[in-house]
């Protein structure tokens, strides 16, 4: 079943410089088809200025198409009425937590999203206990946002879209400011919303070892789709990724890398665990070199 849709979308903008009376036109989008099914983790990959930061906004009704359409539970974002039944589907994680986070204490950040759409006070309580649970932020419900980690920060946002119960998140390169750690601690609460609470989870990023295990990935290149499939499919054509200025997963790459040397290496060894119980078995002296 599909959650979100997009037919050949078009979004441009306008942008006028010194001394000049034509606003010059600027394409974003151009002709951008994508399907995404409920429940799925879905990566959508690209440089900066690619298009993709601007893709996840129409997705979730904060921008309107110039051209094209785009569905969200079958409900069309250009129809004004469809509005708020849209932010209620979809939420959006942004990249910087402090733009999003707005209370004094991480239960009332979380209860914005919520006392906002008339949820009577008894379910927000509820809701708050239950986002932060899913977060792991329960330990933390009564302290100020402003005394936490980036990476708790950006748990404590995901909670406030959390709180307004979406059926699918879009995750604007959330990990994009945090450490290490506080990537990993991110990726895995996402990761966990998605595999056990069944939301749909859009993740926008340049990095695509973030994505490596999704579902399905886009590829955006200049406001256009340039590559799509299962991560699989895309390992395939590293090639076509790397011209795109996308580096692999690192065991992706080494697994590329010794192939392009030569190295007779059985299509079925997909990632470094495989490759190195494959390296132990085969010997240094056993290992072909395909010269062909």
């Known amino acids: 079943m599909k959650i979100i849709e997009t037919l050949n979308l078009i979004f441009k903008y306008k942008t006028y410089t010194e001394n000049q009376e034509t606003p010059e036109e600027k394409t974003v989008l151009d002709d951008v088809s994508i399907s995404i099914k409920k429940g799925d983790f879905v990566g959508i990959l690209g440089h900066n200025g690619s298009g993709k ?12 198409p110039s051209g094209g359409t785009v569905f969200i ?8 009425e469809n509005i708020i039944p849209i932010r209620r589907t979809a939420g959006m994680v942004f990249q910087n937590p402090d733009n999003q986070i707005i209370g004094n204490l991480v239960e009332e950040d979380v209860a914005f999203g ?3 759409l008339g949820v009577p006070t008894e379910q927000i309580w509820t809701r708050i206990a239950e986002a932060l649970e899913a977060t792991g932020m329960t330990a933390y419900r009564e302290k100020s946002p402003g005394s936490l980690s980036g990476g708790q920060k950006q748990k404590v946002a995901i909670a406030g879209i959390l709180a307004m119960e979406p059926e699918c998140i879009v995750f604007d390169e959330p990990t994009a400011m945090l450490d290490p750690r506080g990537r990993k ?6 990761r966990h919303l998605n595999r056990d609470k069944g939301i749909t989870v859009i ?7 973030e994505v490596e295990h999704a579902d399905y990935i886009y590829v955006m290149n200049e406001g256009q ?6 991560p699989e499919q895309l390992w395939e054509q590293a090639d076509a990724i790397r011209a795109l200025g996308i580096s692999l997963p690192f065991d992706k790459e080494l697994l590329f890398l010794l192939r392009q040397g030569g190295m007779d290496i059985p299509a079925e060894i997909q990632d470094g665990r495989a490759l190195e119980k494959f390296l132990l078995q085969s010997g240094p002296g056993n290992i072909e070199q395909d010269n062909s």
């Open 73 to 80: 539970k079958n409900m069309d974002s250009s129809r004004p």
């Open 185 to 190: 601690e991110v990726l895995d609460a996402i």
């Open 53 to 64: 930061s601007t893709l996840a906004r129409q997705l979730t009704a904060l921008l309107q």
């Open 203 to 209: 993740y926008i990023t340049h990095h695509i070892e």
């Open 114 to 116: 919520p006392e906002n």
């Open 225 to 230: 789709v340039a590559m799509e499939g299962r």
